[in-house]
């Protein structure tokens, strides 16, 4: 008789506390984790059934194990395939295994350097376009702002001159509704039987096809049109498969165009939020990167190079995610039993990784919860590596993730060059959904006369 297996998990939260206090931590989860960090360590447990358990992490071995290391065994979990698929179909964000890595490979070198420099002319007209625009001498929401611009980027990025002003607010429409839903059916799955008999996941799965037939039918009119416009969807609609030279399916193109969309819009928002409104309370970094902008621009009027060397002006956004990193969670599940450390973990554990909690460890990093770009520059950078994660790692990094740094630093900069930023405000109130959103953060913008 085979000897019975023995696992050995970390230190456990006790499931009656974890009921009592659930209800609070679906609604904002990010103090508890901090709190039973502090009382569990950088790594508990939570037992979520007879032979399974729930591991959340800020640890950066286990991280590095999960996500480089050992990838090959840890795939995304059901909460994030199975919720996620059913709006947002089968492309990257959602998708596991060998097809994954096929559309990996199929989808990459669209997302390649040189290809993304191409945008940056799109980019930078719609950045122009929207930010010129910014109402003086008053509280702007800056969510709005940054929504509204980081939407638009991402549509004529993709569409070019395709697609319509009104076919792309309806398009934004639809997304932010089927997220908020999203939302609630991965937090209250208690539900689902409610949510069905009021019709709400029909009404959802309906929106969600709407967006789908519009972005098929920019899809179909480009094809017949044989036309090129140097965006995005030419370069999806030029890629093959290694295996057969053939190219997507107009379906799987349309589940990928959907997740550029989701992924691409509202982590950039978000990021440049929380980054408008840091520079806003440290007028002293403003400064300096205004110095920075000066100083490049009369070394180079390309603005590929430009942005190549704004090296402070990226330190302020990677701070920026560091405290605030809009992908603020990930989770994986073991497919075979595994060893991390001293743990020994049977397959099928659900392991959450807390990126929030991890970019703050006092463990790792100085001072944690200051603002203090200069960590990212020089010889601090080395001190980050391990440790900071605003856009995954390993095989599953983010694929937009150049793409998302010129969109930023682009915005960043053309702000700063021509406004002078204040608020009010001391904190930001956080909404942890499938990103890290911000809630109600106003900043005063005023012209910058010198």
């Known amino acids: 008789m085979p000897a019975k297996k023995k696992y050995n998990y970390p230190k456990s939260l006790p499931l009656l506390k974890f009921f009592w206090l659930s209800e609070a931590i679906r609604k904002n989860p990010i103090p508890f984790h901090n709190s039973f960090f502090s009382t569990y360590g950088d790594t508990f447990s939570v037992k979520i059934g007879f032979k399974r358990r729930l591991l959340l992490s800020r640890d950066k071995d286990l991280t590095k194990h999960i996500l480089q290391g050992n990838h090959k065994n840890y795939y995304k979990s059901k909460i994030q395939t199975r919720y996620l698929s059913k709006y947002l179909g089968n492309g990257l964000l959602t998708a596991n295994g060998d097809f994954w890595l096929k559309q990996r490979r199929l989808i990459q ?221 990930t989770d994986r599940e073991n497919l075979e039993d595994d060893t991390i450390g001293d743990f020994h973990l049977r397959k099928n554990t659900l392991i959450g990784v807390s990126f929030y909690e991890l970019h703050r460890n006092p463990a790792y990093w100085e001072r944690p919860n200051e603002f203090d770009p200069e960590r990212f520059l020089g010889e601090n950078k080395k001190k980050t590596a391990g440790v900071y994660y605003p856009f995954g790692a390993g095989p599953r990094m983010c694929i937009g993730l150049g793409f998302a740094i010129y969109e930023m630093v682009l915005a960043i900069s053309y702000i700063v060059k021509n406004y002078k930023l204040s608020t009010s405000q001391d904190i930001i109130e956080l909404n942890p959904l499938i990103t890290l959103k911000p809630i109600g953060v106003e900043v005063k913008f005023e012209e910058r006369l010198v």
Not at 164 to 190: A, G, M, N, T
Not at 197 to 204: A, D, S, T
Request: aromatic share 8%.
């Open 109 to 329: 070198p669209a997302f390649h350097k040189e290809k993304m420099q191409q945008l940056i002319g799109l980019m930078e007209k719609t950045i122009v376009t929207e930010l010129k625009e910014i109402p003086l001498g008053k509280p702007v929401p800056v969510f709005e702002v940054m929504n509204q611009l980081a939407f638009k980027v991402v549509g004529t990025s993709l569409f070019h001159v395709s697609a319509s002003e009104e076919l792309l607010k309806r398009l934004q429409y639809i997304i932010q509704e089927v997220q908020e839903f999203l939302v609630k059916e991965i937090r209250l799955p208690h539900k689902g039987w409610w949510f069905k008999l009021r019709g709400e996941i029909k009404k959802h799965k309906n929106l969600s096809e709407e967006s789908r037939t519009i972005i098929k039918n920019i899809i179909e009119a480009r094809k017949s049109s044989n036309e090129t416009h140097g965006d995005l969807l030419d370069m999806l609609l030029a890629t093959r498969y290694e295996d057969t030279s053939e190219a997507m399916s107009t379906k799987q193109l349309i589940d990928e165009i959907t997740i550029l969309f989701v992924a691409g819009h509202e982590t950039t928002a978000n990021a440049l939020t929380f980054t408008t409104f840091l520079l806003a309370k440290h007028p002293n970094v403003c400064d300096k990167i205004l110095e920075e902008i000066v100083q490049v621009e009369s070394e180079t009027v390309i603005v590929s190079e430009q942005l190549s060397k704004l090296q402070y002006t990226r330190a302020c956004i990677d701070e920026s995610m560091r405290l605030y990193p809009p992908a603020w969670i």
